[in-house]
T-cell receptor, first 113, second 112 residues
Framework: SAVISQKPSRDICQRGTSLTIQCQVD?????MFWYRQQPGQSLTLIATANQGSEATYESGFVIDKFPISRPNLTFSTLTVSNMSPEDSSIYLCSVRTANYGYTFGSGTRLTVV | GENVEQHPSTLSVQEGDSAVIKCTYSDSASNYFPWYKQELGKGPQLIID?????GEKKDQRIAVTLNKTAKHFSLHITETQPEDSAVYFCAAGPSGNTPLVFGKGTRLSVIA
């Protein structure tokens, strides 16, 4: 399966600032996704990161708040903009491999103070 | 869209006993059903998956069963060990390049 490197692993940020999370995969993958996991909760899909075009956002998530880049088939970034304490969560990158398996990064634990 | 229900939300078992977690899904087009284990501070790790053309799959102490008619699938862990303690998530994958939909998770505690 694909190996995902996600950075940073954790951060504490001031409200009103922005944080960019990086996701690097060791092989080319077609599908990349960004999820949010609020404390003690399940995984909620934020968006599908599309290579060479705008990301596809799920209901409740907008590009101005969560801009996503996907410049190539191995890399993507998610920015959490103008942060508030409600954005404190774990953010996870996921990729879909050729055999339809989905692999997750180790996550970014974000705390907004 | 797809909706996945998972039960129970918490489960405590004695070491050596079996644990069963059940999920139901709504979209008959779903054809991929993985199970993930998430330990504290880590991302979800795939432990086993099953596709719609298979009714049961086993990997050592872990097995998954699928009933497509009833739209439910289950995770079975036998001879549980303390290191099996974690949160387990089921998911369903509709066909094509669409993302997984997750259940709400089950916190499994194995008591030594």
């Amino acid at each position: 399966s694909a190996v995902i490197s996600q950075k940073p692993s954790r951060d504490i940020c001031q409200r009103g600032t922005s944080l960019t999370i990086q996701c690097q995969v060791d092989s080319q993958v077609t599908m990349m996704f960004w999820y949010r996991q609020q404390p003690g909760q399940s995984l909620t899909l934020i968006a599908t990161a599309n290579q060479g075009s705008e990301a596809t956002y799920e209901s409740g998530f907008v590009i101005d708040k969560f801009p996503i880049s996907r410049p190539n088939l191995t890399f993507s970034t998610l920015t959490v903009s103008n942060m508030s304490p409600e954005d404190s969560s774990i953010y996870l990158c996921s990729v879909r491999t050729a055999n339809y398996g989905y692999t997750f990064g180790s996550g970014t634990r974000l705390t907004v103070v | 869209g797809e909706n996945v229900e998972q039960h129970p939300s918490t489960l405590s078992v004695q070491e050596g006993d079996s644990a069963v977690i059940k999920c139901t899904y709504s979209d008959s087009a779903s054809n991929y059903f993985p199970w993930y284990k998430q330990e504290l501070g880590k991302g979800p790790q795939l432990i086993i998956d099953i596709r719609s053309n298979v009714g049961e799959k086993k990997d050592q102490r872990i097995a998954v069963t699928l009933n497509k008619t009833a739209k439910h699938f289950s995770l079975h862990i036998t001879e549980t060990q303390p290191e099996d303690s974690a949160v387990y998530f089921c998911a369903a994958g509709p066909s094509g390049n669409t993302p997984l939909v997750f259940g709400k998770g089950t916190r499994l505690s194995v008591i030594a």
